[in-house]
């Protein structure tokens, strides 16, 4: 049996309705600007006080999906006009969104950078996959009047304002780097939720070609689609060296923990890695009696070099334990 999400094509007077539906929230209007400002507000107050409940709140006033599927359907259908539209709305509702975080960047210029930020600035293939899953699941919402698309829409925007207002606001404070790491996550999610538009549209029947359409609309797929695949090659990697560091890491730990369970008292609390010219640094705060010595510390790295072949320099911060003795 096939699925629902790929099931028959709609009939001609369903499409009509569905392409009036996409074409109306594809415009730029005085109430998209005046939504997303208000979602990038709410946002970026919600992202510098880390709080996940402000964050999803603001995206039930966002308005950024509209344009998003209008440049889905225009691919599958071949619509020049629709496709200048929604690109135009699109773009300009980016430039709104990003020029709003950075004034309140600037408004705020001493705001702390939270994990709520941090977690936006370093996408991965993980993040593709999700946004993706959005684009099935917004289009086909769409389609089905048992599914409310006002509920789908707000998942999904959760995947395009916090990252670009976190860009505004890392932007704002000099934040290149990680400002770059909050765009590509943003510009990767748009991506990623036309292709999973185009692939519900295509299998609902929104298909239209003749000579002239041929001409340039195909130039525009395969553009857009080596972008894509482009990205996924990309992502992947990014997520291969991270889980590459990650289990790294993790032994390092193990090693640091066995080396000092014999010692009275004393814990790992934190540990942090470095990339530095000379080479790998960690800082570990640890709780203990008293610091760790220079030999138990050289001990440590050299187990490290001869089991990972890798020239780590520990770096020791320890918080003084102290014996209490109830009588």
Known sequence: MASPLFSAPLSD????????????????????????????????????????????????????????????LAMTYSSPSLLKTSLLSESIGIVWVFFIA?????LQPEFNITPEMYARTAPNVMDLIIAVSG?????????????????????????????????????????????TGSFILFFTNVISIIV??????????????????????????????????GMTIYLSQVFVNIADTQRFETRIKKIVRQEIQYLPHT????????????????????????SPTQKTINRIEARIFDELGIKMRLNWTYIHAYDVKLS
Not at 41 to 59: E, K, T
Request: net charge positive; proline share 4%.
């Open 102 to 106: 950075y004034t309140i960047g600037n």
């Open 196 to 229: 999973g538009a185009i692939v519900i549209f295509w299998f609902k029947g929104f298909r239209y070609e003749n000579y002239e359409t041929k001409t340039w609309i195909w130039p525009v797929r395969l553009s857009f689609f080596v972008i894509f695949t």
């Open 13 to 72: 007077t369903e499409r009509r309705e569905i392409g009036v539906t996409v074409i109306g929230r594809s415009k730029l209007s005085a109430s998209y600007l005046g939504m997303n400002g208000l979602a990038t507000i709410v946002a970026s107050y919600g992202l510098m006080q880390n709080s996940p409940a402000v964050i999803i709140g603001a995206m039930l006033i966002a308005s950024l999906l509209g344009p998003i599927m209008g440049l889905g």
């Open 267 to 290: 814990y790992i609390l934190d540990v942090k890695f470095f990339h530095q010219k000379k080479g790998r640094e960690s800082q570990m705060l640890i709780y203990s009696p008293s």
């Open 135 to 179: 684009g099935l699941a917004g289009s086909y919402a769409i389609m089905d009047k048992k599914i409310d698309a006002a509920v789908v829409g707000v998942a999904i925007a959760t995947a395009l304002v916090p990252p670009l207002a976190t860009c505004g606001l890392l932007f704002a404070k000099g934040e290149y780097p990680l400002a």
